[in-house]
């Protein structure tokens, strides 16, 4: 019985680890978002990254080329002012 327990704890365990989170990262193209953006991709293997970024001149996608094609990345443009696409 208790055996059986500790088994399903096990499971339940390793599915809510397992289970992707999303994060919306705000300014994702700027200096600090986009080095966030790939710490968190890199660190986290069960996350997925919405990048909201108006893209003004601050905002550089060249810096996030190399995560660009993933599938737990997408990049949104947008300005955080506007709550209908938020
Ligand atoms: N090489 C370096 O060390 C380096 C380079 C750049 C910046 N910095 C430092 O980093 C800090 C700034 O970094 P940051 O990432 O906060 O700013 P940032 O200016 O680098 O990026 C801001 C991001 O927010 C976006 N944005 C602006 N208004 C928006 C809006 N209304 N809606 C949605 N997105 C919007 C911009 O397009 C941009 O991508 C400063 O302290 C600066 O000195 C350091």
Same mark, same amino acid.
């Given at each position: 019985m208790l055996q059986n327990i500790y088994k399903w704890f096990l499971v339940v365990f390793y599915f809510s680890e397992e289970a992707l989170k999303a994060y919306l990262v705000t300014g994702g193209a700027g200096f600090i978002g986009s080095n966030f953006i790939h710490h968190m991709l890199a660190v986290h293997s069960n996350a997925y990254v919405v990048n909201y970024d108006k +893209?003004?001149?601050?905002? !550089?996608l060249e810096s996030l080329a190399d995560v660009c094609? +993933?599938? !737990?990345y997408s990049f949104v443009q947008g300005d955080i002012c506007d709550g209908e696409l938020l």
């Amino acid at each position: 019985m208790l055996q059986n327990i500790y088994k399903w704890f096990l499971v339940v365990f390793y599915f809510s680890e397992e289970a992707l989170k999303a994060y919306l990262v705000t300014g994702g193209a700027g200096f600090i978002g986009s080095n966030f953006i790939h710490h968190m991709l890199a660190v986290h293997s069960n996350a997925y990254v919405v990048n909201y970024d108006k +893209l003004t001149y601050a905002g !550089n996608l060249e810096s996030l080329a190399d995560v660009c094609s +993933l599938e !737990n990345y997408s990049f949104v443009q947008g300005d955080i002012c506007d709550g209908e696409l938020l």
